[in-house]
């Protein structure tokens, strides 16, 4: 079973990865934390995808309704690809010592 890592455990490591880096400075530290408020979005996304499923009921009358993909889904494609993007543009790589996805730390 893989560690699990908190938010506080990531963030301190792409801190680290910075300075090992020679990466100094507020704007690198100001995106570092994006990246952190992504990895929150990211963590609800996915909490509602578990909670309501891919795809969920719509109804705007009584004999209106039916279903539909879950907006959830395609967000967080999109906030996966931009915190991957934040973390190229930094020359950083997540941990190796376990799965960002099992923390919750903080949430």
Not at 30 to 48: F, Q
Not at 71 to 97: E, Y
């Amino acid at each position: 079973m893989a560690k699990r890592i908190k938010k506080s455990e990531i963030k301190q490591d792409l801190l680290d990865q910075l300075e090992r880096n020679g990466t100094v400075g507020q704007y690198y530290i100001d995106l570092v934390n994006d990246y952190m408020e992504l990895w929150d979005t990211k963590k609800k996304l996915i909490a509602d995808i578990k909670d309501r499923g891919v795809t969920v009921k719509w109804q705007n009358g009584a004999n209106q309704w039916g279903h539909k993909k879950n907006d959830s889904v395609d967000m967080l494609v999109k906030v996966n690809q931009q915190m991957i993007k934040l973390l190229a543009a930094l020359g950083l790589k997540p941990s190796q010592d376990g799965d960002p996805d099992d923390g919750d730390d903080e949430m």
